[in-house]
């Protein structure tokens, strides 16, 4: 082994393309063996601020065999997955990780932690089992198998891309469709609203902000994410405009894979997706875990 080969646990500031790519093997192989699909976020993946750890990777003589991510969206809680390679299972190295994961959240004042699992990954249920962690909920992807756009619109919602001044909009919109405080709502920044591996749209009803949604740009896919319509204007049919147009303007890029995520009790959101054309493909379930103090 080379003395300059990395070993065990490694804390990440940002993430580099060689770092990326050992990722995306590792989950390949990960997820053929466990028949499973590990939630990555790879969007987010791809634009790790490099001021803050959210990365944790475990190599042994220099081949990346464990990998466990945090996204913290609020400082309530953070969401976190991970894998581990089938050859190198029951060694503990999870646990590492893990716990790495944890201290870091510690050190930030994060109280929770979201750990997500693919429904058939067994391995993940054990751990969760193990740590003493509590069911939260399910959600189930969605990928867009027939799309079905015919609707019709409108004519007083206007349909946009957000404007750098939209970010107050986008943040309160975001805030009272989530139950967060509109504080805590900081991913609206100029160069967030600029990078052009996303796109955020606002609904507008004659003149007046009713929704938003956000759209993550893979090579060849689309993620959807952060859809929400105020309350007074839910019911109405304008969600399902703003999904139309949002999918018109996905396919007009040339990709034609969209997926998103949606809680399996949310019957109002799963009907709307289904009408439009997606299709359930798996699930993620939810394990809540209390950060230690000390």
């Not at 945090?70 to 990780?97: C, D, Q, Y």
């Not at 893979?218 to 994410?225: K, P, S």
Request: charged share 25%; aromatic share 12%; glycine share 6%.
């Amino acid at each position: 082994m080379s003395t300059s080969a990395k070993q065990g646990l490694v804390r990440s500031l940002g993430l580099t393309q060689a770092e990326l790519a050992e990722i995306e093997q590792l989950a390949a192989i990960c997820n053929k063996h466990d028949k499973s699909d590990l939630k990555l976020n790879w969007g987010t993946l791809r634009s790790r601020p490099q001021n803050e750890i959210n990365d944790f990777l475990y190599y042994e003589d220099d081949a990346l065999v464990g990998y466990l991510a945090l996204f913290s969206f609020n400082s309530r809680e953070a969401e976190s997955s991970g894998m581990v390679h089938p050859s190198h299972r029951r060694k503990g190295i999870f646990t590492t990780l893990f716990q790495a994961a944890e201290e870091e959240c510690r050190r930030r004042g994060i109280p929770q932690i979201l750990f997500i699992i693919g429904h058939t990954y067994k391995a993940g249920l054990a751990f969760a089992k193990a740590f003493g962690m509590r069911y939260h909920h399910s959600e189930y992807k969605m990928v867009l198998k027939e799309p079905r756009l015919s609707v019709k619109f409108n004519g007083h919602l206007q349909f946009r891309l957000a404007k750098v001044e939209d970010a107050p909009v986008l943040a309160h919109i975001t805030a009272v469709a989530f139950d967060l405080d509109e504080t805590e709502v900081d991913w609206y920044s100029e160069q967030k609203l600029q990078d052009s591996a996303r796109r955020y749209y606002v609904a507008l009803l004659d003149d007046v902000y009713i929704g938003k949604i956000d759209v993550s740009l893979d090579e060849q896919e689309a993620f959807i994410y952060g859809f929400a319509v105020l309350p007074a204007f839910r019911g109405r049919g304008y969600g399902r405009q703003i999904l139309a147009k949002t999918l018109q303007e996905i396919l007009a890029t040339g990709r034609r894979r969209a997926s998103l995520e949606v809680a399996t009790d949310n019957k109002n959101a799963l009907s709307l997706y289904q009408s439009c054309g997606f299709k359930e493909t798996g699930s993620y379930e939810y394990y809540n875990y209390d950060v230690r103090r000390t």
